[in-house]
């Protein structure tokens, strides 16, 4: 059974919108049948995600968290990952960073480390937000919401690194889209921060790579049907009345 990892910290405002984005990735990967992982704040260290990687084989793992272009942090700013230390971790698995910048060096480190393949992004991520409302309700957080739930889907269902990425790409087009015409200066730089981050994603690795989803099946009712009949046509072959 594939396995994915969150890796979502909270500690901080920034990382409280982007630990309940990664979160909504959480029943997505329950329905599609995958185990799931959900390391939350404390549990976001290195030594931590060494001991889970160590003990099960870990397919996808989706990371939050800072980051500048060759490091990666978790719970409190703790260094995780650096690029030619301790990135060596991820070899063997497709992942995606919701992190400032690490796809200048850290992100080619680790594919050069044997991960599959990986999406993040090589500026630093912008999203805006209004403090008047919730991380769960934040109207003007929700496009930045919706992109990252589109990249966590995309990979869920199994498409190729080209397909992720051009799920990420799309998502923020359309918002970008849907915003032009809005009068309002704060939706204007809602727009100007989804092309920032349109923009500077980036997709590494293995163009052919992807992991199954394993679904499960589900029948309909006439095909309950006919699997029924089926089985009465088994059981009562050979039979005399």
């Known amino acids: ?54 003990s099960k084989k870990i397919d996808v793992v989706i990371l939050l968290g800072h980051g500048n272009y060759s490091t990666f942090t978790g719970f409190a700013q703790k260094k995780v990952f650096e690029a030619c230390h301790n990135d060596e971790l991820m ?77 990420g790409i799309a998502e923020c087009d359309r918002w970008i889209a849907k915003l032009y015409n809005r009068p309002e200066i704060i939706w204007a730089e809602v727009a100007g921060a989804l092309r920032h981050d349109r923009d500077g994603m980036i997709a590494l690795g293995d163009q052919e790579a992807y992991v199954l989803p394993p679904r499960r099946v589900v029948l309909n009712v006439p095909q309950l049907a006919g699997l029924a009949f089926l089985v009465y046509l088994l059981v009562t072959k050979g039979k005399t009345f």
């Open 1 to 54: 059974m594939p396995t994915v990892l969150f890796f979502r910290p909270d500690t901080d405002t920034a990382l409280q919108h982007g630990a309940f984005w990664l979160g909504l990735g959480i029943p997505e990967a329950t329905r599609r049948g995958f185990d799931v992982i959900d390391m939350v704040d404390e549990a976001c260290t290195f030594d931590t995600l060494e001991e889970i990687m160590a």
């Open 91 to 167: 070899s063997g698995t497709i992942s995606h960073f919701l992190s400032c910048s690490v796809g200048q060096v850290l992100l080619p480190s680790i594919i050069g480390k044997k991960g599959i393949w990986t999406i993040g992004y090589n500026v630093d991520f912008q999203f805006l937000i209004n403090p008047e409302f919730a991380v769960e309700n934040d109207p003007v957080a929700e496009p930045f919401r919706d992109v990252t739930v589109a990249i966590i889907k995309a990979i869920l269902d199994g498409k190729k690194l080209k397909g992720v990425w051009d799920a």
